[in-house]
């Protein structure tokens, strides 16, 4: 990783309202999968959102 790039993912990190805990572990994924830290933030939110079901899947009965 060059300066430019080690620079671009601090400011990242530094820039984000996020809890430290979260920051690390995207700053860690990121390193791993070779991904912005940026990348994997999205990443991690969209694995956290809640997942649309409809009524059949969820355990409902229609009238």
């Not at 671009?8 to 390193?31: C, G, P, V, W």
Request: hydrophobic share 35%.
């Amino acid at each position: 990783m060059g300066k430019r790039a080690k620079h671009k993912a601090r400011q990242a990190i530094a820039e984000l309202s996020l809890d430290d805990e979260i920051q690390t572990e995207a700053a860690y994924y990121a390193r791993k999968c070779g991904i912005t830290t940026e990348e994997a933030l999205q990443i991690m939110e969209a694995a956290n959102r809640p997942q649309r079901s409809s009524g059949a899947l969820a355990g409902q009965s229609s009238p």
